[in-house]
């Protein structure tokens, strides 16, 4: 956050100022979103797995590459907060921030969850989004953000003290405990930055600190993933309910979420291809 200015602005500051911004990453050279292909397969798809996520707690789930998966609204407004890995290596995990400077603030339709370094690839693709109406509100807020990180006990201690256990992080801790069989204080290093599905959120417009608001989602709604790679989901079904107030409390009304997991009937072994870790040689100029 910028406080008042102790410096004097300089005489050209204005020329500065108005310089035109460029994107960072432009994605023109990144393989494009194939939406013939994803109508077609998402056209005749079999469910063949769902597991629910209470309240205020997480759970894993495994999808093959190939295969589709929904994060579905049940019962009320929830926001959910999701974790993916490479089923078989469990270092190769979701990277937000990078999947932000590619895809901006907020994904939706056509965007990647994209892997962390050295993988870096699309660990899964957005494939069908009913939040697409919400688009940008008055606020500049939107849906499915990739700028918050996950609600956890540390920020919580520092804010408002006493220990809060049942923050999305440590929800995604004990769920990898299970998963991995491995102790809390390890577990806990395998829990990243997520990707807050169906919170809503943006930056004030005057302090630029991020903000959330009620989220719109309602029963039903869902966000679906056709996965790239074989993964390991966790999903935490966060202690904010729909973030419309407080999180890392008792306080919110909070509701399950759904995970559904997906065959598509449709042969597509011709026009897909599950991505390769990035190809780069990692030698760093040494
Ligand atoms: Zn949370």
Redesign the pocket.
Known sequence: MKHSPENPAPEDAEYRKKIEPVVCYPTDNLPGYDREFFSLAREHLAKVDEVVVPPRDARTFHVKAGQFFRIVSIEGPQ?G?LNLFNAHNLSERFYSGKTRALHGTHVSTGDSLWSSFPYMRPMATVTHDTLDWYGWDEFGGSVHDVIGT???PYTNSVLDGGDYHY???S?LTRAMVSETGQQAHDAEFLVHD?L?VFMCTGFMPDTKQYFMKSSPVRPGDFIEFFAQIDLIGAL?A???GD?GAK??SEEAQCHPLKVEIFNSEMDYADRWQSPEPSSYSRTHGL
């Open positions: 926001v907060d996950r609600c956890d923050c999305c992080h929800n997520v807050n935490s966060c202690p904010g973030c999180h890392s």
